[in-house]
């Protein structure tokens, strides 16, 4: 395992935010995992895959967990298993790579494994939930394994049971994936093309990704914004109808609009962009004009789906 102090966590968020955290410890194997739970035992504890859905608001007075397990295994020809630490889109590559179907939707949308299942990431049509079979874990206070089948996990909308109601008493050390047999390359290729088009490149420029996530609202409240705006965007669903957040934000006149180093992405609205030594600060009350201006115009209240720390 490796333990630094004080160190800064510049390099482990891609908002590229310069916070700083009392302890980092990254582990390689489960054990090392259960031994830095015992040693750190009573002190603030926050697990991170890449950071790439984190703001860092201030510094962390507390002990980051990081994995280093990358490993992925067939467990048959139907289902893969991969430690927490492992890269997703690494192991997109190399399933397509071999001729495995079925997760290349998620391509390029970065973090780690551990992650993909608290945050039922998606996109194109796919969520993780639609692939995960099942999810294990080590319980943080009696460091016991518990593995929660898909329907345990509790998915929703960027949404799963990790996020709320075992917020913080779960690790994720390894997820189980639904694969299949069949020609992925195509479309992974089209995926990260789109991608690219459209959305920052980690390492390139500091942002979260999407910063909010899309709002459901009553058929009725949607019907009385479609007389209004007849080109509004908006699909039906069992939740509610869904309007997509970057056209709310779009409206409101944000796209390429800054507050301090702040930036809406003029390329894609929904996401909030590091775009010249932006302080948390600054990505804060940027999110919070934008939301507050779309509430204004719309009525609509929408949420960050960036994790604010
Ligand atoms: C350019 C860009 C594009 C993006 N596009 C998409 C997209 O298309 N779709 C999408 O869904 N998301 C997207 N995201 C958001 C991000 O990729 C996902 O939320 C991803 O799952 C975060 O993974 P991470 O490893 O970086 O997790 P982190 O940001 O480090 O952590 C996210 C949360 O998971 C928790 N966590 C992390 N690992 C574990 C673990 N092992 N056990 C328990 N809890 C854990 C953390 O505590 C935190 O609450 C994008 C982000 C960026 C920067």
């Known amino acids: ?179 299949k047999p069949g020609e992925a390359t195509k479309t992974r290729e089209e995926i990260i093309t789109t991608r690219m088009a459209k959305l920052p490149t980690v390492g390139e420029v500091g942002s979260a990704g999407s910063f909010f996530m899309n709002p459901f609202v009553p058929e009725q409240q949607a019907n009385a914004l479609l007389a209004q705006y007849p080109d509004m965007p908006h699909f039906a669903t069992p939740q509610g109808v869904k309007i997509p957040a970057a056209w709310l934000i779009e409206q409101c006149g944000w796209k390429g609009k800054t507050l301090g180093g702040a930036q809406v992405w003029p390329k894609q609205p929904l996401v909030i962009v590091n775009a010249n030594n932006a302080s948390a600060q600054d990505i804060i009350d940027l999110a919070a004009q934008v939301a507050a201006s779309v509430q204004e115009k719309f009525g609509i209240t929408i949420h960050p789906e960036v994790n604010y720390i």
């Open 1 to 179: 395992m490796k333990i630094e102090k004080d160190i800064s966590l510049l390099a482990y968020n891609t908002f590229g935010i310069d916070a700083k955290a009392k302890i980092f410890a990254e582990y390689y194997s489960l054990d090392e995992l259960r031994e830095l739970l015992r040693q750190y035992r009573g002190e603030k504890i926050l697990h991170i895959g890449q950071g790439s859905n984190l703001l860092f608001t201030r510094d962390f007075d507390g002990v980051i967990l990081h994995s280093g397990m990358a490993r992925a295994r067939f467990l048959d020809d139907e289902t893969v298993e991969a430690q927490n630490g492992l890269r997703l889109d690494d192991m997109i590559a190399q399933l397509t790579d071999m001729g495995y179907c079925g997760l290349e939707k998620l391509s390029l949308i970065p973090g780690e494994v551990g992650a993909s299942a608290v945050q039922n990431v998606g996109a194109y049509g796919v969520e993780a939930k639609d692939v995960i079979e099942r999810v294990y874990t080590i319980d943080v206070e009696t460091l016991e394994e518990r593995v929660f089948t898909n329907s345990e996990c509790r998915f929703g909308y960027r949404d799963s049971a990790f996020k709320h109601e075992l917020k913080g008493k779960y690790i994720v050390t390894s997820v189980v994936y639904k694969v």
